[in-house]
């Protein structure tokens, strides 16, 4: 089963549902990290890039921006998002354990968990690999990934979202054992014209990774991990603690 081609028709509107954009959330926590560190970025690709809000914003203050997804639905949104907006932006359809991009950039990031999306330890190493591969020399790979409390408090029982267009399912589950996580997706879709709606259903998988296994992994292919924070971006479920852990990281080496 896909994940991503059909929550894709509905993803933007979900996540302003569930309160706010997430690569909105993220972005000032992007631009205040690049100023601490004080790096001015003129190019960067940012890996799962979803619909391109992002890249989009990244754009909008003059930076050259690349965006790498699997999904072709989520990719087709982000196209139309950034033609809106007179925004040149390249969007490639590829898999982040092996992409590439035509010119190595200053700075790769991927957020909203997409690194848990991989499901496994060998995944996430070639990922960084890819990442370490695409990076100019200092290079800077700044990503978020869910942590083992999220899954445990966020990743239990179902979840409804109600839209004029379109009713959204999520059922979710966590095993402790395998640490992987799943989100069975069920939307109903109002057709173009009429009152029927149509049934689409996909599964999300994601695992989380102990601090550790993403440090070794990080500094087998030459990564520096500059600063790395707990967080949680939401303001509704801050009394659960911190749900995320966010990463600066520096490519070392040519
Ligand atoms: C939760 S969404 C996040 C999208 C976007 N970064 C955001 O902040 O809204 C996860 C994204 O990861 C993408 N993805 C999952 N596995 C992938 C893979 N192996 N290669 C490329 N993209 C992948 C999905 O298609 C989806 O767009």
């Known amino acids: 089963m896909n994940s991503y081609q059909y929550l ?26 690049l100023e601490k560190i004080n790096r001015s970025i003129r190019s960067m690709g940012d890996l799962a890039c979803g619909t391109g809000t992002l890249a989009i914003a990244m754009a909008k203050t003059g930076v050259q921006v690349l965006g790498v997804d699997h999904s072709e639905g989520m990719l087709s949104q ?8 007179g925004l040149s932006i390249t969007f490639l359809q590829q898999d982040m354990r092996t992409f590439q991009l035509p010119e190595k950039v200053d700075l790769i990031t991927s ?60 059922e979710n589950t966590f095993n402790e054992k395998s640490l992987k996580a799943q989100s069975l997706t069920t939307l109903f879709h ?3 014209e009429g009152i029927f709606f149509e049934k689409f259903t996909e599964l999300c998988e994601e695992r989380c990774y ?7 992994a990080l500094s087998s292919v030459g990564f520096q991990v500059l600063t790395k924070e707990d ?13 995320k852990g966010f990463w600066v990281c520096e490519k070392g080496g040519p």
């Open 190 to 192: 109002r057709r173009k």
């Open 111 to 170: 957020f909203y968990d997409s690194l848990n999306h991989l499901g496994t330890l060998e995944g996430l190493q070639q990922t960084f690999d890819a990442v370490a591969n695409n990076l100019n020399p200092k290079g800077l790979f700044i990503f978020d990934v869910n942590n083992r409390n999220c899954f445990e408090k966020l990743w239990q029982g179902t979840s409804v979202f109600h839209h004029e267009e379109f009713t959204l399912i999520l």
């Open 78 to 85: 982000a196209r139309a998002k950034a033609k809106k907006a």
């Open 8 to 33: 894709a028709k509905v993803y933007d509107q979900w996540e302003i549902m569930m309160g706010a954009s997430f690569s909105m959330l993220m972005f000032p926590r992007l631009k205040e990290a």
């Open 210 to 216: 102990s601090d550790e296994e993403i440090y070794t």
């Open 231 to 243: 967080f949680n971006p939401f303001r509704e479920i801050t009394s659960i603690g911190p749900i």
